[in-house]
């Protein structure tokens, strides 16, 4: 029997989760209605080292005054333990991209889109415990230029020495027109005390490389797929490194998310033809491919958010169609692959809304592993009924085995859990030279001090 | 590697979809060294015919056929409508759009003075 949890009254905030309880811990959990639809899209998991909670956190729209950041947490079988609202007039807790949670000691750190008041956005950390209240706050607003320059922060990494370092975009206003900015790649780094020690962006790649994840394996690595670029930062205090671009043969990939385990450093992502195929590479510190598997699934328009490996170096990537069904099923899809490149199994996650629902949309953000045999993956669903959009958080467990398939009702709501049809095809990756590629970097002129987000902030907790 | 269970004749099987009904087969056994329990085929990979890029086409994998007595893989292709076409690109753009940035960027503000600490919703 689902076991339905209900709090809060306020209909802009993510509540009454539903709980599909599969056998064992595994769970199927989405919130309850809410018309606003930020901080019911889950957008990044963190899971603590006895996994015994599921951290997830929500997004704020600085557009409205009346959408909040979230910050939730559950225990590993789905039961919401606490959540956290927070917004100020700068709408501060904006975490827009999957891994961007990142469990630090007893504490998590959020990378935030700040929208201070120093320049329009920024990059900032945000420290809460593991309740969610909010312990501390930094920003580092753009290196150079005008008040009009923005930064997107896409993603951190905490490298062994405990900093925090943050890649994406920064956004440079050049006054003119069409595009009005100018977009570089962009790192900052922060020390274990969230101050900035050193920022920098890069010249000469081509614009908009924006990397979108970033992994540790020695260097620093990061896949922009923008234009097909990897960034290799050898120094990450002065940005010194190289890129250079992928290509495949056949069908051009489309990489965007960047792995390390102790040998090798992995990338997955889809083709950028929309041809159907997720992918997934692995290669070592010479940028020599040891192998590149293809997955195609047919007519299936896949678009990939994140990916996580586990402790056997298994590759876990999840896709979503992002193409709305009237009143048909929508479908979120993983993918497992293990660490000699082989495909181990391929799941669909159907949602079907209830009755007479029309635009169904699922986007699944971020997948994550923990140590007893499951994974996790979150994000939103929505649908039209009677007049009303229904956004509703998304959280679901299964075993990494591929077990528990099946059909799972709660109410006139349908989750179906299967294997499908998919194959493995034979295709290759291969990286070009580096060759007249070294980083050309202009770090923050002048001193560099991230700007305090010194909250008094108490919280709105929930307590079950 | 594929396999095809021939009891059910369920198809495609990878090898954690054989390894659930068979757990005593390692994780490192995998590829060339993976067994192909009783009841089980593999399946001979066939290369894809090749496609436009244009959204006009996509593959179909179809059901395996026996060849000399060797089950291989069998494809065909697959023709999207222009309303198919239309959706995804619809779909496409929302896509980029999404990963380019979720939100709208904000309309320019004062920035003079120094950050604020998130207020607390009550």
Known sequence: MPLLQTFGSDSSYAYGFNHIALSGTNFISYSGFSSYSYQNSFTSIAIDTSNNLVIVTGGANPSSSNEYGSFYVFTNAGVLNSQTYYADSAYSLYANYPGTIIKNGSNYVVLDQYFGSTSQENAGLIVYNSSGVFQSGKYA?????????????????????????????????NGGCCPFFYGYPYFTVFNSSYSVTSQYYITNAPQNSYPTTLAIKGNLYGFAPANNILFTITNTSTGAGNFRSYSGTSISPYIQWTLADSNYIYGTGRDSTYADYAIATQFNSSYSVQWTTYVLISNSFPQQNSSVLDSSSNIYSVYYDPRTGATASVTATIVKINSSGTLQWVRNLDFTAFTGATNLYISISDIKVDNVGNYYICGKIYYYLSGHFYYKALLCSFPTDGSKTGTYVDGSATFKYSSISATQVSKTLSFGSSTNNSITTVSRNGSISANSLSATATNNVVNF | MSFLKLSTMQYPLFEGDVRLEHPEITECQTGDTFPCPEGFVKIKYVEPPTIDSNLNQYLIEEFPQQIDGVWTQVFSV??????????????????????????????????SGSGSAPNVVA
């Open chain 1, 141 to 173: 607003g753009p290196p150079a230029g005008t008040s009009q320059d923005f930064i997107d922060p896409r993603a951190i990494i905490q490298d062994g020495s405990g900093n925090f370092i943050v890649g994406g975009g920064y956004e440079q206003y």
């Open chain 2, 78 to 111: 697959g023709t999207r409508t222009a309303e198919e076409i239309a959706t995804i690109q619809s779909a496409i753009k929302m896509a980029q759009e999404q990963n380019n940035k979720f939100m709208p960027k904000p309309q320019v503000q004062n920035t």
